[in-house]
């Protein structure tokens, strides 16, 4: 069992930058692969981009590629999401998830409470 927890929500203009934080409690996190999704009012929850259990590789959504990056500390139970240049698009609830896979097609078992990202244009 994993425990998650984002933060680091909150209201950013356009262009600017946030930095959201995923601290893991429980089982350690380097038994999985950690993905970060988001949800938009009236829209579906998407992948925002995922990296693997040792942290190597990353991969990410095409509409935040070269503007996000994911990292992650196995030894802090920590895994984090930099967004620069946001744009009003983004505004969402933002969630990590464990599974199995650290891309859109594996299986996320384990899921945060989320937190609100909001972008003014």
């Known amino acids: 069992q994993v425990q998650l927890v984002e933060s680091g929500g909150g209201l950013v203009q356009a262009g600017g930058s946030l930095r959201l934080s995923c601290a893991a409690s429980g089982r350690t996190i380097s038994s999985y692969a950690m993905g970060w999704f988001r949800q938009a009012p009236g829209k579906e929850r998407a992948f925002v981009g995922g990296?693997?259990?040792?942290?190597?590789?990353?991969y990410y959504a095409d509409f935040v590629k070269g503007r996000f990056t994911i990292s992650r500390d196995n030894a802090k139970k920590m895994v984090y999401l930099q967004m620069n240049s946001l744009k009003p698009e983004d505004t969402a609830v933002y969630y990590c998830?464990?599974?199995?896979?650290?891309?859109?097609?594996?299986?996320?078992?384990?899921w945060g409470q989320g937190t609100q990202v909001t972008v003014s244009s």
């Open positions: 998830a464990a599974g199995s896979s650290w891309t859109p097609f594996g299986r996320y078992d384990y």
């Open positions: 990296i693997m259990r040792s942290g190597n590789s990353t």
